[in-house]
């Protein structure tokens, strides 16, 4: 079944962006949504989003189910998971070391709160040396950080929850 609601969603997103195109798997399913012809990679957004917490089950349609803690037996109605279901996952391109700040004893590049732009550095994730910054590929709220500075991430891991519209 297709959630209209979440395409709608997506098709905004795509709209307010410089990408050409917006691609989400979970698990099995991928939803991709391309302006134009959709031949061309330039410009191409991938976001891998979360599978469920363990004792959560997959809502049908739902693009962000499992956004939630695995502590919390029953979702409140409305609230915090309502806008939950709106929130994109950013994960690490790659294994390596998440670095929340550009050098020791600096503020991090974003906090849960700070508005982020396209183009804008969220974090650095060394790699054999080599220190990546990650930079937004959409504009938002961080509304979550999973991961803890100098942390060692594994590829997909979630390392920032975005909201879109906030």
């Known amino acids: 079944m297709i959630d209209f609601a979440f395409l709608e969603k997506l098709l905004d997103l795509l709209n307010r962006s410089n990408a050409d195109t917006i691609e989400i798997r979970r698990w099995t399913t991928t939803v991709r949504v391309s302006k134009g012809g959709g031949g061309s990679n330039s410009g191409h957004v991938t976001y891998h989003l979360a599978p469920p917490p363990a004792g959560v089950a997959a ?17 409140p ?28 004893g600096a503020d991090p590049y974003v906090r849960v709160g700070s508005r982020i732009s396209v183009g804008q550095t969220l974090c650095i ?7 990546n910054p990650l930079d937004a590929e959409l504009s938002g709220v961080i509304r979550e950080i ?3 500075d100098v942390q060692p991430v594994e ?10 519209h906030g």
Do not use: C
């Open 59 to 75: 809502v049908a349609g739902g693009a962000a189910a499992g956004a939630g803690s695995a502590a919390s037996a029953a979702p």
């Open 77 to 104: 109605a409305g609230g915090v998971e309502d806008e939950r279901k709106n929130w994109l996952d950013i994960n690490s391109p790659m294994v390596g070391t998440f670095y929340a700040r550009p050098e020791p």
């Open 125 to 131: 994730i060394e790699a054999m040396k080599i220190m």
């Open 146 to 148: 999973p991961v803890e």
């Open 155 to 164: 590829f997909g891991q979630v390392l920032f929850r975005v909201d879109p």
